[in-house]
């Protein structure tokens, strides 16, 4: 009996240190939302207080100003995204499942590209962008980030294909299946959960993205959401502190979205394949 | 099979290495030389014969051959505002309203006054067009070429800064904006408006090109604009455009490009070494006169340029093209013995290699093009404004001791790394034990849901929100101080010398990172329930399970975030960028911000590439040595 006690007093004491870590490590986004529902005379005059009435304002005032932006950090973190799921599951499967002159010495080579940190090329990329007329397109974006993101994709889904029995391959090749088809009708469907998670793994990294759409897009038309909250925090100014932190919550929507959807994947998914021992 | 490994690594170390070296000899730019003698700044140029005259902010005309060197030189009483030449004579316009006559061996042949400032002139098909700014009377003189007699005075609306003479007309760009398009018959005259204020002038084609000071082109053909572009330049920057079969070439500022006479941009523009003076076009070589940064003209800054479309486009995609061939090459050296034996087999399996031709074209391109550019630049003078790049040895390294800022950063990464290890082996891996140590499966994932979630707040956004947070003014931090009567402790934590870095550290407070934290919690996971039922067994609990069973057994997990935050800590400078830009005053530079600045606002491309060669190094070694230790116990971390 006092065991037992001491243990829930124990499991309480667990509760009270993870939910208390886990309140102020919220903090921030409290504040954001609560900020970003404050006019600027309640931030003065009721910095602590509930903030009634909520000023809606503020959020149409940040959607008018960031809606275009957010879509352009839509459209590019999507192509972006595509093309890595694509090439990921096209070369995890020509790795995973064929057999063909070169094919260790290939993969080395793919795997030593990963050894290649994003300092070392920042300079020089920026240089190509330049020199091929890229700056200010979606181009400057979307195919740098598609340059690096499916290596560890093509791993996974490698790992996961050359884990399938080869007789599903053989067979579908009796069949008169070409490689292109049983690619798609074979091999896509078993690497999707792996691709789900490269997918959304990607699209969180280039949605977040922030140095290289600033540094290689200065159109405010095509600028990206990240970026776009800092200007339109420079146009909105001192006054504006509850529009521009709406402006923060308005381009977290998207995350949002995607992770009710697929929670699963954040919480496993992120980790698997990260760490092998 | 280690042994191949080894000889493919250092093979292809080898064919990586010479490729880069002849990658880098290529980029090469032809050199220019001439000899070197300085004036002021170039105000007016004109070809004259194979020649070419320039007049100068110290009142000198000059007259180079196409090499460069000087043929004569002339004083003149005056500032020369337009020269131009035609028929063995060169025409120099003067502010006074004088045009002097000066002869091909460098004498004085005659004077022409007409009456008012000179802002532009044009001598070409028999006729001499003057344009004369006064303040209220804005007018185009046209003589003839032989007799030098008044053939016919034209008003204008506003000054003209360019005259152009061809195709049965006369042309006039002005102050407003618009451009004259008069009849070399009758002199009738019409008009065509440009959006800003006109700059330059020159027949192109059937038509005529005009650029104007808001950086736009327009084709002009049978008396209306037919089609309009922009030319990259300095805004307001007067541009210059030179004509040479179908390419014209527009220097603005210090960017020169390329036109077809469909507008069609022929390549990128290049970004030469200083404020374009002046441009010239023969056969396929464009040759533009530079300001240097003395503001005078260094004429060996006379730089030819072949054709910007052909020379700028080539480089990247001939190089990825041998990249690409260099690259198959050494993957057959390596497999050499199935060489012959797998022709067959290759072609067979071409689908293979053509599902993983975009990947590698992409890396190749991307990644790869840009390391061995890095690697070889490091040790050059290479920079955003210049094309001509020369080796200058280890000087880019001295660099960074003498400038010192990159030792202030090197400081400042140390302790933000020191910093990481202490937050990154506390708060996430004790919490991912607690949480592991629950009881309740539906707590545990409720728990595990809310640590992750924050995740997807971008992390821009929770750096601004700490911005807020650390706000002088009406942040968080000061507002609770002044709550607790602490008037006296509050500051603006970011730009004060004191407290600037320590903040930057403390973003993120309490540091329970959600990536960490499903590592950690993920090794938990993974050593089973029969371990730690047997440890319990044992007797073990509370922290000691922790420290003799937990921690030995998710040590994997504990030396992979560690090398991936090192990595990581020593790249990113997102933080400092938003919050501090390296202040106050050098207090919070990092290595990386200065690699970033050099990059993009100082244009010092070379100096980035060191420091992110040096970077790179620093970041590679504890990851093979990592590598190389689990290799050798027989575990592997992949990263």
């Known amino acids: 009996m006092k065991a037992r006690l001491k243990r829930n007093i124990n499991q309480g004491l667990i509760y009270a240190a993870v939910l208390t870590t886990l309140t102020v490590a919220f903090l921030p986004i409290i504040l954001m939302l609560g900020v970003s529902l404050k006019t600027r005379y309640q931030l003065i005059v009721d910095f602590w207080g509930f903030p009634y009435p909520f000023a809606f304002g503020n959020y149409a005032e940040a959607v008018k100003g960031v809606y275009a932006n957010v879509g352009n950090s839509l459209i590019y973190a999507s192509a972006a995204t595509v093309l890595v799921a694509l090439l990921s599951a096209m070369g995890g499967y020509v790795f995973g499942v064929l057999d063909f002159p070169g094919r260790n010495a290939l993969y080395m080579l793919l795997i030593s590209f990963l050894m290649i940190p994003a300092i070392l090329i920042l300079t020089p990329r920026l240089a190509l962008i330049n020199s091929l007329g890229l700056r200010n397109s979606p181009f400057a974006l979307i195919l740098p980030w598609a340059s690096g993101g499916q290596i560890m994709g093509i791993m996974l889904v490698r790992s996961a294909a050359s884990g399938q029995p080869k007789e599903i391959f053989e067979s579908a090749r009796i069949d008169g299946a070409g490689e292109f088809r049983s690619f798609w009708s074979i091999s896509i469907p078993i690497a999707l959960p792996i691709l789900t998670t490269i997918a959304v793994m990607n699209f969180m990294s280039y949605y977040n993205d922030y140095l290289w759409p600033l540094t290689v897009?200065?159109?405010?038309?095509?600028?990206?959401?990240?970026?776009?909250?800092?200007?339109?925090?420079?146009?909105?100014?001192?006054?504006?502190?509850?529009?521009?932190?709406?402006?923060?919550?308005?381009?977290?929507?998207?995350?949002?979205?995607?992770?009710i959807f697929s929670s699963r994947v954040y919480m496993s998914g992120l980790t698997s394949g990260a760490v092998k021992t | 099979m280690k042994k191949a490994m080894l000889f493919f690594i250092i093979a292809s170390a080898f064919a990586l290495f010479a490729l880069g070296a002849s990658l880098a000899a290529y980029l090469w730019p032809a050199g220019y030389s001439s000899a070197r003698f300085e004036s002021g700044g170039v105000i007016a140029s004109a070809a004259f014969g194979a020649s070419r005259v320039y007049s100068t902010s110290d009142n000198k005309v000059f007259c180079l051959n196409a090499d460069g060197e000087r043929r004569w030189e002339f004083q003149m009483s005056g500032s020369a505002s337009a020269l131009d030449a035609a028929g063995g004579a060169v025409y120099v316009g003067l502010g006074s309203g004088r045009v002097v006559l000066i002869s091909e061996d460098g004498e004085q042949t005659g004077v022409l006054d007409t009456g008012s400032p000179i802002s532009a002139l044009r001598a070409a098909d028999g006729l001499l067009a003057v344009a004369n700014a006064a303040p209220n009377a804005n007018s185009i003189k046209v003589y003839s070429l032989s007799a030098l007699s008044l053939l016919a005075e034209l008003t204008l609306n506003s000054a003209a800064n360019a005259i152009e003479i061809g195709g049965g007309r006369i042309y006039a760009a002005t102050r407003r904006g618009d451009v004259y398009l008069v009849a070399q018959s009758d002199f009738?005259?019409?008009?065509?408006?440009?959006?800003?204020?006109?700059a330059a002038l020159r027949l192109f084609g059937a038509g005529l090109l005009a650029a104007d000071k808001s950086n736009g082109l327009?084709?002009?053909?049978?008396?209306?604009?037919?089609?309009?572009?922009?030319?990259p330049g300095d805004n307001y920057s007067s541009a210059h455009i030179a004509v040479s079969g179908g390419t014209a070439a527009v220097g603005a500022g210090n960017a020169l490009s390329a036109f077809d006479t469909g507008l069609k941009k022929r390549g990128a523009a290049l970004r030469l070494g200083g404020t374009i003076q002046a441009v010239y076009a023969d056969g396929d070589r464009i040759t533009?006169?530079?300001?240097?940064?003395?503001?005078?003209?260094?004429?060996?800054?006379?730089?030819?340029?072949?054709?910007?479309?052909?020379?700028?486009?080539?480089?990247?995609?001939?190089?990825a093209a041998a990249l690409a061939v260099s690259f198959v090459l050494a993957v057959f050296a390596f497999d050499l013995r199935r060489v012959k034996a797998a022709a067959g087999l290759v072609y067979k399996k071409r689908r293979a290699y053509i599902m993983l031709l975009p990947t590698f074209a992409l890396l190749i391109l991307f990644a790869l093009y840009p390391a061995f550019q890095a690697l070889v630049m490091a040790f050059t003078d290479w920079s955003a404004a210049s094309r001509a790049v020369s080796f200058v040895g280890l000087d880019n390294f001295r660099l960074m001791v003498s400038e010192g800022y990159f030792l202030i950063g090197i400081k400042n990464t140390l302790l933000f790394l020191a910093s990481y290890f202490i937050k990154v082996l506390t708060v996430p891996l004790g919490i991912a034990a607690l949480v592991f140590s629950l009881r309740n499966e539906r707590a545990k994932y409720w728990l595990r849901f809310f640590i992750v979630l924050p995740m997807i707040v971008p992390s821009i956004v929770m750096i601004l929100m700490w911005r807020n947070i650390f706000d002088p003014s009406n942040g968080l931090i000061n507002t609770l101080l002044r709550g607790f009567g602490q008037e006296g402790l509050t500051r603006a934590w970011l730009a004060d010398e004191r407290t600037a870095l320590w903040s930057l550290m403390l973003v993120g407070f309490p540091f329970l990172d959600a990536f960490s934290f499903l590592i950690y919690y993920g090794g938990l996971i993974s050593i089973g329930g029969e371990v730690i039922e047997a440890g319990r067994l044992d007797g073990a609990k509370g922290l000691r399970m922790f420290f003799s069973l937990y921690l030995p057994l998710i040590k994997a997990q504990i030396a992979t975030l560690l090398l991936l935050g090192f990595i990581a800590q020593l790249q990113d400078f997102n933080l400092v960028l938003v919050l501090t830009k390296g202040g106050p005053g050098t207090k919070t530079y990092l290595p990386g911000y200065e690699l970033y600045l050099n990059a993009t606002a100082f244009g010092r491309y070379g100096y980035a590439c060191a420091l992110g060669l040096l970077m790179f190094v620093a970041i590679f070694i504890p990851s093979f040595i990592s590598n190389y230790i689990s290799d050798r116990r027989g575990k592997r971390v992949d990263i």
């Open chain 1, 217 to 259: 897009i200065s159109d405010e038309k095509r600028q990206v959401a990240t970026v776009a909250i800092q200007m339109f925090q420079s146009n909105a100014g001192d006054n504006g502190v509850g529009q521009s932190v709406a402006a923060y919550a308005v381009i977290t929507v998207p995350l949002l979205v995607m992770f």
């Open chain 2, 188 to 198: 009738t005259m019409k008009t065509v408006r440009l959006d800003g204020e006109g």
């Open chain 2, 218 to 231: 327009y084709y002009i053909e049978d008396g209306a604009i037919a089609l309009r572009d922009a030319f």
């Open chain 2, 288 to 319: 533009a006169v530079l300001r240097d940064e003395n503001a005078t003209v260094a004429f060996d800054a006379l730089r030819s340029v072949a054709v910007v479309g052909v020379f700028k486009t080539a480089a990247p995609l001939s190089a």
